[in-house]
């Protein structure tokens, strides 16, 4: 079983800043891809940014140059640096893994239970 647990977000003002963090443990052999993803009321699940193992990066046009995605393969912990936030980064943020589990199972996909970043004064 693969459990992933996020933590750091909160209500901030405009303009300030968060860091989220989702720790990956459990039975797992490998990490591919991490990443974070959120969801506004009324929204689809969209894409913030991801980190593959290697450490290339990819993020949403909305966040670029203000958000930071980070990884420390040792501790299966993926990170989200978020500044210069705004009203419009409000959602539910979610963590991903793409993992194996075992030399004979395909790469999966797991998500976090979600954490609340609100942006407001």
């Known amino acids: 079983q693969v459990q992933l647990v996020e933590s750091g977000g909160g209500l901030v003002q405009p303009g300030g800043s968060l860091r989220l963090s989702c720790a990956a443990s459990?039975?797992?052999?490998?990490?591919?891809?991490m990443g974070w993803y959120r969801q506004a009321p009324g929204n689809q699940r969209e894409l913030v940014a991801s980190?593959?193992?290697?450490?290339?990066?990819n993020y949403a046009d909305s966040v670029k140059g203000r958000f930071t995605i980070s990884r420390d393969n040792a501790k299966k912990t993926v990170y989200l640096q978020m500044n210069s936030l705004k009203p419009e980064d409000t959602a539910v943020y979610y963590c991903?893994?793409?993992?194996?589990?075992?030399?004979?199972?395909?790469?999966?996909?797991?998500w976090g239970q979600g954490t609340q970043v609100t942006v407001s004064s």
């Open positions: 991903h893994i793409a993992a194996q589990r075992t030399v004979v199972a395909g790469i999966l996909s797991y």
């Open positions: 459990g039975s797992i052999l490998s990490i591919n891809a």
């Open positions: 980190i593959t193992r290697g450490g290339s990066t």
